[in-house]
């Protein structure tokens, strides 16, 4: 079975700071996705950015971007010069490729951006 | 647009009344999934359905149904619901030939009193 760690329940940082949020998992497959998904007050689930494990290169969308560490098993998400909608409950989640499209996720981080 | 519609958002009940929480996709979707969310444990996959007329349970199926008649719905009924339950829930779907990225819905905060 696959899991999904998240060690900061919650982080604060100010306004146009960088901020990396961690995560790390477990599994014994070589074929897989990785997801940081964003859900703000409204609860809605958002995609943040994805990446496939046998992709090397790191994912990025706009200010978003991914540490992708596989022999590590590490994923964390760094947000640029952050800005206040980017305050939300952030997870981190886990899918096989082959597989029945379930969604393994964290914990979640909460994240505040401070004005 | 491209939507999963949930309803209802809000629901408030009393233990052990039936209730249904209906899920609806517009993207002829093959895979749809159910997952509740509680706090400090993240979302767990409640039931999932690869396609019309197939389900099988994810990690958290007690105490829940789902039945999958047609491609665009696949309800959540909670046949006796126990106040353990009260959860938000989210609705999710994927088309597994294109392997494109799992569509929620908006959720239902269901509340067992």
């Known amino acids: 079975a696959q899991t999904v760690t998240q060690s900061q329940p919650e982080m604060s940082v100010q306004e146009a700071e960088t901020v990396t949020l961690s995560c790390t998992y477990d599994?014994?497959?070589?074929?897989?996705?990785l997801f940081w998904y964003k859900q703000p007050p409204s609860r809605q689930m958002i995609l943040v950015i994805r990446?496939?494990?046998?992709?090397?290169q790191n994912a990025t969308e706009n200010r978003f971007s991914v540490n992708f560490q596989k022999a590590a098993k590490s994923f964390s998400l760094k947000i640029s010069d952050s800005q206040l909608g980017d305050t939300a409950m952030y997870f981190c989640?886990?899918?096989?490729?082959?597989?029945?499209?379930?969604?393994?996720f964290g914990t979640g981080t909460r994240l505040t951006i401070i004005p | 647009e491209a939507q999963v519609t949930q309803n209802p958002r809000y629901l408030i009940t009393v233990t052990g009344k039936k209730l249904t929480v209906t899920c609806s996709q517009n993207?002829?979707?093959?895979?749809m999934s159910w997952y509740r969310q509680d706090p400090g444990l993240g979302l767990r996959q409640i039931y999932y359905?690869?396609?019309?007329?197939?389900?099988d349970k994810g990690d958290v199926p007690e105490g829940y149904k789902v039945s999958r008649k047609e491609k665009r719905n696949f309800p959540l009924i909670l046949e006796s619901p126990s106040p353990n339950q009260t959860s938000l829930y989210f609705c999710?779907?994927?088309?597994?030939?294109?392997?494109?990225?799992?569509?929620f819905g908006s959720g239902t905060q269901l509340s067992v009193l």
């Open positions: 999710a779907s994927s088309s597994t030939t294109t392997n494109e990225k799992l569509f």
């Open positions: 599994t014994s497959e070589n074929n897989y996705y």
């Open positions: 990446q496939e494990a046998y992709k090397q």
């Open positions: 989640a886990f899918m096989l490729y082959f597989g029945n499209e379930k969604l393994t």
């Open positions: 993207m002829n979707h093959e895979y």
């Open positions: 359905s690869m396609n019309v007329e197939v389900t």
